[in-house]
């Protein structure tokens, strides 16, 4: 199964200001995703992110907010864009291939954010 | 979307119990994962079992997808099991392949 890595693993940012997440994934896949998790919460999907075209973002979010990229299929960033202290969230990509897998989806370690 | 409801909730168990966690879906599944996410937010994937049964250990989980529900089983509990357990699972026919997530299961194994 694919292995992804995510950083930043943590940050604490001032509101108003705008934060990058990057993911690597150690072999092509077809598919990334991006999920929000709130304190408590269960993983919300925040967007697909699409191989060399814009990324399909879920009802509640939108490009302005959440910037993503995907210039290849192993590599994938978030923004998280003029924060306020309601992003303060746990943020997870996932990658992986549709159809029969022995696997499934992996996920990256995680961004713990804070915004003060 | 497809509805996931997972049970119970919340689980206490002294180190050693065995338990088993419960996961329904509403609709068919090319896909059933079970993750633990550790106290530092690390989601693990478990298991990838849309069908059938599957063992790893101490852990073993069973889909019976025509019935749309699949069991977690832990065996001899250890204080490293705590954290939430998640189910997620994919709808048949969806060409998008997203993952929807049940609310998880709260173990917590106490010494």
């Known amino acids: 199964s694919a292995v992804i890595s995510q950083k930043p693993s943590r940050d604490i940012c001032q509101r108003g200001t705008s934060l990058t997440i990057q993911c690597q994934v150690d072999?092509?896949?077809?598919?990334m995703f991006w999920y929000r998790q709130q304190p408590g919460q269960s993983l919300t999907l925040i967007a697909t992110?699409?191989?060399?075209?814009?990324?399909?973002?879920e009802s509640g979010f939108v490009i302005d907010k959440f910037p993503i990229s995907r210039p290849n299929l192993t590599f994938s960033t978030l923004t998280v864009s003029n924060m306020s202290p309601e992003d303060s969230s746990i943020y997870l990509c996932?990658?992986?291939?549709?159809?029969?897998?022995?696997?499934?989806?992996?996920f990256g370690s995680g961004t713990r954010l804070t915004v003060v | 979307g497809i509805q996931v409801e997972q049970s119970p909730p919340d689980l206490i168990l002294q180190e050693g119990a065995n338990s088993t966690l419960r996961c329904n879906f509403s609709?068919?599944?090319?896909?059933l994962q079970w993750f633990h996410q550790n106290p530092w937010g690390q989601l693990i994937n478990l298991f990838y079992?849309?069908?059938g049964t599957k063992q790893n250990g101490r852990l073993s989980a069973t889909t019976v997808a025509t019935e749309r529900y699949s069991l977690l089983y832990i065996s001899s509990s250890q204080t490293t099991d705590s954290g939430v357990y998640f189910c997620?699972?994919?709808?048949?026919?969806?060409?998008?392949?997203?993952?929807?997530f049940g609310r998880g299961t709260q173990l917590t194994v106490w010494p």
């Open positions: 996932s990658g992986g291939e549709t159809g029969p897998s022995n696997y499934g989806y992996t």
């Open positions: 072999s092509q896949v077809t598919m």
């Open positions: 992110a699409n191989q060399g075209s814009e990324a399909t973002y």
């Open positions: 609709d068919s599944v090319n896909n």
């Open positions: 079992i849309p069908s």
């Open positions: 997620a699972v994919g709808r048949r026919g969806s060409t998008l392949g997203r993952l929807y």
